[in-house]
């Protein structure tokens, strides 16, 4: 059974390494390109973890302090009292030789459930390339509704795709925000 946990300083090697291989093996998926992420180094990656207003959140592959990073994701925040009720997840990801096996719903719920603890975020929004439909499945199983369609947002292999705008009212529960146990 994988543990969630918020990532902290320590994790940055093992989180960059993660986040390098999805954006290699999953590049459609990403906005960052890999070729300019593998440029990015530690201190980058360290910075990208403490950055202000964002929540990260790991997987690992079990309970033991050295057990491998398997997923991430981030919560954001946005700053000042109008905009704060709104915020958005971003950068999900679950290692190839994990998929499949729950990860992504356990860090989806694990995220809503944070953003709800929270008291102050009404809604989530987040983006997701047109043609993903693992993710576009899993959010949607969430309740995630489109709101928008961004033409030609990403430039892939010569192509350019759409990217769908998706957004969650946390006003009321979905039943998928219970963890899968
Ligand atoms: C999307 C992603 C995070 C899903 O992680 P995962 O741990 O494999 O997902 P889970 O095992 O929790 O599956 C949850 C649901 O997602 C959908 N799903 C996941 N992988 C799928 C696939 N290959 N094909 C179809 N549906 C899929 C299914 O609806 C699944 O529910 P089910 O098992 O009841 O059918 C993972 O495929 C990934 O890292 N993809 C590359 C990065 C990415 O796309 N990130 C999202 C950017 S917006």
Redesign the pocket.
Known sequence: MPTIRQLTPSDTAAYRELRLA?LR??QF??GPDHEEALAKGLDWHARRLAKQDYHWFGAFDGAQSDAPLV?AICLRMQEGRRLRHAASLN?????RS??????????VAHLIGFARSLGTVRQLT????ES????R??YD?FGFRQFGLEPDAIHHEGRYCAKQHLVLSLVSQHPNEQPIS
């Open positions: 999805s093996d999953f998926a990403h997923g950068s999900l990801m679950v290692a994990h998929q499949r096996a729950g990860i992504g719903r356990l860090l987040l983006e997701v390339n993903n439909l693992p993710a499945r899993l199983s």
